[in-house]
Nanobody, 120 residues
Framework: QVQLVESGGGLVQAGGSLRLSCAAS????????MGWHRQAPGKQREFVAI???????NYADSLKGRFTISRDNAKNTVYLQMNSLKPEDTAVYYC??????????????WGQGTQVTVSS
């Protein structure tokens, strides 16, 4: 079994910062790409950022410069540093990862989500 567990969400005022974490655990052989998506109320889930095992990153154009994705391979953890937060960043944030388990099967796993609320 493989699990992704997010943490770090909460309520913050506009202009503030939050750091989300997502830790993978279980029967893991290796982890490839790790990323973040978000879903605001009444909207479709959208891409936020992704990072490869080698550290290459890609971001949604609208978030470049405010959000930073990083990972700690030793801890099987991906982070999302969010600065200069805006009310429109309010959403449930989900992490996902391409994980090869110890049976050498590759799947894309998702966490349960963590709520981020930005007040104006």
């Amino acid at each position: 079994q493989v699990q992704l567990v997010e943490s770090g969400g909460g309520l913050v005022q506009a202009g503030g910062s939050l750091r989300l974490s997502c830790a993978a655990s279980g029967s893991i052989f290796s982890i490839g790409r790790m990323g973040w998506h978000r879903q605001a109320p009444g909207k479709q889930r959208e891409f936020v950022a992704i990072i490869t095992s080698g550290g290459d990153t890609n971001y949604a154009d609208s978030l470049k410069g405010r959000f930073t994705i990083s990972r700690d391979n030793a801890k099987n953890t991906v982070y999302l540093q969010m600065n200069s937060l805006k009310p429109e960043d309010t959403a449930v944030y989900y992490c996902n990862a391409d994980i090869t388990n110890r049976q050498f099967m590759i799947n894309n796993y998702w966490g349960q989500g963590t709520q981020v609320t930005v007040s104006s």
